[in-house]
């Protein structure tokens, strides 16, 4: 059995409860993976509900729990375009379907492969050059250029930014970057990968080969560098049989990757950025695993493992090949290395490797050096597993947000009545049909998105009972009461809201004085993926409840923003009704390309809640609670950071100070409105109107 000395011990022990703390350790890591699966899986069945025939995947250190708040990675996302069937035996040709034939012979670089379209009427090739998108070769075949998928991808990412196969949608400072790949799906093993499954080895096991063949594989748009054939070359993914992989390595082994992801971080990137990447440390990582006895990946070994990769890095950079895992003849390193670069990267990996240890204390990242010199100290050092647990349940939160207003609320934003109830009960009745047949985290995200779908139909269903009759129909309210219980705030105050409408005060105030006890200011976030808006750091109650939870946590811990269609306008006070006609003409042209929300009326929990309470205490002629009201939607106003509607919510507080005959300080709120938001603000209306009706009062 593999022993290291004892200094060596004493280090790894000490740098493993480092990385613990800092959140690389079983817990955080299972809850990383949880939110990722979620989300991908979300991301594809509201796919589903529009009848999209596509996949989303999320991959990389993200969905791994292969990170850190200090390396702060991008999310990366596969988009797997299951219309098209991509066959490497002619025996896999469908009728109709759009089918490929992959072709991996010789005259194509190791790990990627030409396409050749087939007929869908018979299993044929094409051998006419219908665009410009194909290449008849020397030996007459024609072959799928892989600008194919970069042309019809570009006009959808406009703005995007492409980096090899992905497009990035580039956030605002403050905002992580979103890689997405679109990539054709092959439902067989590629073939050069076929001789990887019969290697004899401890690791991967039979097991897990066998669960990796049945992954199949992916092909994006990008050639091999340097190659002759560049713009005809489809590399080969085997992202799935690698996430597998990785979701079977040990907390020693993944802590050892990210360890080799900070010294590129803080020794390598700042002055060779685009040399060593992290795909290659987790492909060195993963020879090494094959390579070395299950006994040697422990806590206390730790130092020795980093070494043992860095080792291996080395002599990668030394021959200039990187092997991949799966498929060994494809060299990572091929073209990433310059001659003036080699040299000086590895002195910085054996000055890293010689150090024993020492090294490492010079890593910033998540003060990692610092933490591990007081650790040596026998010194305590913070814990971040609760902030990391929030920012996981705010994330999850937001994407939710997101996924209904991009997914659904947008779609319908103009829409009838008859048009918002049949698409939203399409979508609800969907949702329940694929929860039937599914389970886990499929389930899970199925209950998610058909609550929120159930009370919106509800609502816009209650706002019709208005119109005709002033009264709602308990089929209404059936489908209200679905998703009442969603976060803390967003449906009980629509419910609120509407019972306000028909003058049913005494019960509005009934569900008001509930949401305020359950409104625990030092615990809930509101949440709003309206518009992109830095947020100030989480409340501490917040992320102690998160951590202990997963998502369930969002119900009790979370303020959605409450918003209305314009099917819903009935069940929406007149102040706030301005808001679904904030553009001026000359304002839409201010419009951003996710502006659709500006079609709604949309206000955080917070402020409308005690904007709720002064409209009905008013109309009880409770004087005391309704200046009480008022008094907390100021206090709200100036010192919530995280209201993402804050000019909407000034918007509503000048009403009140009209209500109150107070115009001068209605007006004051409008500008400090404006201030917020320059364009498509209804605080322009407000103005106008308020000033002709004080010089009409002259």
Not at 466 to 487: K, P, Q, Y
Not at 644 to 660: V, W
Request: contains cysteine; proline residues 3%.
């Amino acid at each position: 059995m593999f022993q290291a000395p004892e200094y060596t011990r004493a280090v790894s022990l000490r740098l493993s409860e480092v990385l613990a703390d800092i959140g690389v350790d079983e817990r955080i890591v299972l809850k990383r993976r949880r939110v990722y699966l979620l989300r991908e899986t979300m991301y594809t069945i509201t796919g589903k509900l529009q009848d999209v025939s596509g996949s989303y995947y999320t991959l990389g250190s993200q969905s791994e729990g292969s990170t850190t708040l200090g390396l702060d990675s991008d999310s990366d996302q596969l988009y797997s375009l299951n219309f098209i069937n991509l066959i490497q035996d002619w025996a896999d040709w469908e009728p109709g379907m759009m089918n490929k034939l992959m072709i991996q012979d010789e005259t194509v670089s190791p790990g990627y492969c030409l396409l050749q379209p087939l007929r869908d009427d018979a299993p044929l090739p094409f051998n006419d050059v219908r665009n410009d998108d194909v290449w008849k070769d020397r030996t007459g075949r024609i072959l799928e250029k892989n600008t194919l998928i970069s042309s019809v991808v570009a006009e959808v990412y406009e703005g995007g930014v492409r980096h090899g196969p992905a497009y990035t949608k580039e956030g605002k400072p403050g905002f992580k970057d979103t890689d997405t790949v679109h990539a054709l799906p092959c439902k067989s093993w590629p073939q050069q990968a076929r001789q990887w499954l019969d290697q004899q080895g401890q690791w991967p096991s039979d097991d897990m080969k066998r669960y990796c063949s049945n992954t199949g594989c992916f092909v994006v748009g990008v050639g091999g560098k340097g190659s002759e054939n560049e713009e005809l070359e489809w590399r080969i993914s085997t992202s799935l049989a690698e996430r597998c992989l990785m979701f079977n390595l040990n907390i020693t082994q993944l802590r050892c990757y990210v360890l080799m992801k900070m010294i590129l971080k803080n020794f390598i990137k700042p002055s060779f950025e685009n040399t060593i990447s992290s795909y290659m440390c987790k492909t060195v990582l993963f020879h090494c695993i094959a390579n070395t006895h299950s006994n040697i990946w422990r806590e206390e070994n730790l130092l020795v493992c980093l070494s043992l990769c860095l080792f291996v890095l080395n002599n990668c950079l030394l021959n200039e090949n990187c092997p991949h895992f799966i498929i060994p003849g494809n060299n990572l390193m091929k073209g990433h290395i310059s001659h003036e670069s080699k040299p000086y990267i590895i002195e910085i990996l054996q000055y890293i490797i010689n150090s024993e240890g020492k090294a490492l204390q010079g890593i910033l990242c998540d003060d990692l050096g610092a933490r591990l010199q007081l650790k040596l100290s026998n010194l305590v050092t913070s814990i971040k597993s609760d902030i990391i647990s929030g920012k996981l349940v705010r994330d999850t939160a937001t994407f939710i947000d997101n996924t209904i207003l991009m997914n659904c609320l947008t779609l319908i934003r103009n829409s009838s009545y008859e048009e918002a109830i049949q698409t939203l009960l399409k979508y609800s009745l969907k949702l329940v049909s694929i929860s039937k047949n599914c389970q886990g985290l499929d389930k899970k995200a199925c209950g998610l998105l058909a609550t929120r779908f159930c009370t919106t139909l509800g609502f816009v269903l209650a706002s019709l009972n208005i119109c005709w009759h002033n009264v709602i129909r308990a089929e209404s309210l059936t489908w209200i009461s679905l998703g009442l219980n969603t976060d803390v705030s967003s449906g009980k105050l629509k419910l609120a809201s509407m019972l306000y409408c028909i003058g049913d005060t005494q019960r509005a105030e009934t569900v008001l004085r509930d949401i305020e006890g359950s409104y625990d200011l030092n615990i809930v976030e509101p949440i709003c993926k309206c518009h992109d808006f830095i947020g100030q750091r989480l409340r501490k109650g917040f992320c102690a409840t998160a951590d202990n939870h997963n998502e369930e946590a969002i119900q009790y811990t979370t303020a959605f923003c409450v918003r209305f269609l314009l099917c819903e306008i009935n069940c929406v006070p007149h102040e706030l009704r301005y808001e679904m006609f904030r553009s001026t003409e000359e304002d839409l042209a201010f419009r951003g390309r996710y502006d659709e929300w500006m079609d709604l009326a949309v206000i955080d929990s917070l402020p409308y809640l005690y904007f709720l309470q002064y409209k009905t205490y008013n109309n009880l002629g409770r004087h005391d609670d309704k200046q009480r009201a008022l008094s907390n939607l100021m206090r709200t106003i100036d010192r919530e950071p995280n209201l993402g509607h804050r000019e909407t919510a000034l918007n509503l507080l000048g009403q009140c100070m009209e209500q109150d005959d107070r115009a001068v300080d209605a007006l004051h709120c409008y500008l400090l409105s404006l201030n917020q938001r320059g364009r498509n603000n209804a605080a322009k209306l407000h103005i106008c109107r308020l000033l002709s009706s004080m010089a009409n009062a002259n």
